[in-house]
């Protein structure tokens, strides 16, 4: 009989691939560093997390995902060239209205371009930033749009620690 304690090559190998297969799932991802999310998820207390953020809340439609971007002051300011005035709507008028494209959209494609200015108001608290994007919406009907332009934002937030929020959109696009 065989001593347990002297296990001969072959029975060697065995035994190491039995551990390993035991052990390995070969139908399971690998497991990476990082977030589980990778790039899905910015870093919202970085402006290019917010931009990324706010991106994916757009292109997923998820209004769970925009609403934490925006400030409790949110406005939205366009200019209505028909009337020749500025307008403007709040925090809850925009959530509807954004629930609304969300709705009745099948598609968002939104890509950011370049950063046409970027100016710190106050120190690491508050910062106006104009990008250039391109933006394309299909609805459910199938209509498409398709428009570009730059946003004017103005981020803010209590100190360098906390998430950047959308104060104020001032729209500067083309549709």
């Not at 990082?34 to 290019?48: E, I, N, Q, R, Y």
């Not at 730059?150 to 620690?161: G, I, K, P």
Request: with cysteine.
């Amino acid at each position: 009989m065989a001593h347990p304690e002297r296990i001969g090559p072959p029975a060697a190998v065995a035994l190491v691939v039995a551990a390993w297969l035991a052990a390995c799932n070969p139908f399971a991802p690998a497991l990476e560093e990082g977030s589980a999310f990778g790039d899905l998820l910015g870093d919202p207390t970085t402006v290019d997390g917010f931009f990324t953020n706010f991106r994916n809340a757009y292109e997923l439609r998820d209004l769970s995902l925009y609403e934490p971007l925006l400030d409790s002051q949110f406005v939205f300011a366009w200019r209505d060239y028909d009337a020749q005035i500025d307008r403007e709507w709040g925090f809850a008028e925009d959530l509807e209205t954004t629930r609304r494209l969300f709705a009745n959209s099948a598609l968002i494609r939104l890509q950011w371009s370049q950063v046409l200015s970027q100016d710190e108001l106050e120190p690491k608290t508050r910062m106006r930033i104009i990008r250039s994007f391109n933006l394309t919406i299909t609805l459910e009907s199938g209509d498409v749009f398709r428009g570009d332009g730059n946003v004017n934002f103005t981020l803010a937030r209590r100190d360098s620690t906390r998430a950047w929020r959308l104060v104020r959109w001032r729209d500067e696009s083309e549709f």
